[in-house]
């Protein structure tokens, strides 16, 4: 596992599929169980990714029912159809987020799962949502806060240089979590739960890849942010000791 300053983003699919099945895996299966998918039911999964909950929802909505995953990455879908070729409810569709391929009213539950921290507008992408589903309908969205990013280390100043650097620079819309709530209300939807998770790194290889410590570091003192031999101090202290970071995960449960 790479924990050397600078190191190349890891491919996008093997990405999403391992952070899913570590500090992930709670928070999705609690998106998940607040869905409450049923079977029969057409469920909308925007921004697919891999197909990493394709298989999931699929298993909920049953043969009766249908399951869409859009995306735009040629790469992400290949790998969402070979994970889910053999689910006959899954359609993977391949488009922008900002134009869904969906007949307006037809959905019954649909998730965006830290997709609206990358697309050009959050608020378009909400509106198409809102013209997918149909009355009645269940929405869940999950966004991080980069704000609430966190690293322990002897040298605090530089882990907040690097947070702000994340939440500047790193992240289009790295504060997206704090206000999907309102941005869900003004698209429409009536918002029901707000929920707060904090994923927790005590490893620092998994957090290194996760975070991307290494490479957004590397970037911040590529731009300045960050004089070149603290940045690679405070680096190395990191793989040294015992480690901790965290961030926050807000997800909001909405209906139409």
Known sequence: MATTLGAPRPDPAVYMLR???GVGRAYKQELLELLDVRPGQ?????????????????ERVGVSGTVIGVDRDPAMLAEARR???????????????????????????????RVLMHVDEP?????????????GSRIALAEPDWDTLIVD???LETS?????????????????GRSLA?????????????????????????????LGLGRNMQRAIQDGHVDEARGRR???????????????????????
């Open 83 to 113: 994970r889910t070729g053999d689910l006959p409810a899954v359609e993977i569709r391949e488009a922008d987020v900002h134009a869904l391929p969906v007949e307006p009213g037809t959905v019954d539950r649909a998730k965006i799962d």
């Open 123 to 135: 608020a378009e992408v909400l509106a198409q949502l809102h013209a997918a589903t149909r009355p």
């Open 182 to 210: 309102r941005h869900a209300q003004r698209t429409g939807f009536v918002v029901e739960t707000v929920r707060a998770t904090t994923p927790v790194f005590l490893d620092f290889p998994e957090a290194d890849h996760t």
């Open 153 to 155: 280390a002897e040298d």
């Open 234 to 256: 405070w680096f190395t202290s990191l793989s040294e000791g015992p480690f901790f970071a965290s961030f926050t995960l807000v997800t909001v449960i909405c209906s139409r």
């Open 42 to 58: 057409t469920v909308l999964d925007v921004g697919c990714g891999p197909g990493t909950d394709l298989p999931a929802l699929a």
């Open 19 to 21: 952070g899913a099945a």
């Open 160 to 176: 907040r240089a690097f947070t702000r650097y994340t939440t500047s620079e790193a992240v289009r819309h790295a504060t997206i």
